[in-house]
């Protein structure tokens, strides 16, 4: 899974830590996401939407391999 994450956290002048911050994770579980190495649950998934003003579809990037 690729998400937009990096994109829009430099859209908002953002760091990593400044979104876990936020987002209540640490800096490394943005990292993690950001680089699509975990799966975050929906709760996170929609945590970190709405912490960079957009919503799930928009941030996450499903390819079809990961849908099976």
Do not use: W
């Not at 998400?3 to 829009?8: C, D, G, P, Q, Y």
């Not at 699509?36 to 079809?64: M, Q």
């Amino acid at each position: 899974m690729k998400t937009r994450i990096k994109e829009l956290r430099a859209r908002y002048d953002m760091t990593q830590e400044d979104l876990a911050i936020r987002a209540g994770v640490r800096r490394e579980t943005i990292g993690f996401l950001e680089k699509g190495k975990y799966n975050p649950s929906l709760k996170l998934a929609y945590k970190v939407a709405l912490c960079l003003k957009t919503n799930i579809d928009e941030l996450f990037i499903f390819e079809e391999d990961d849908l099976k």
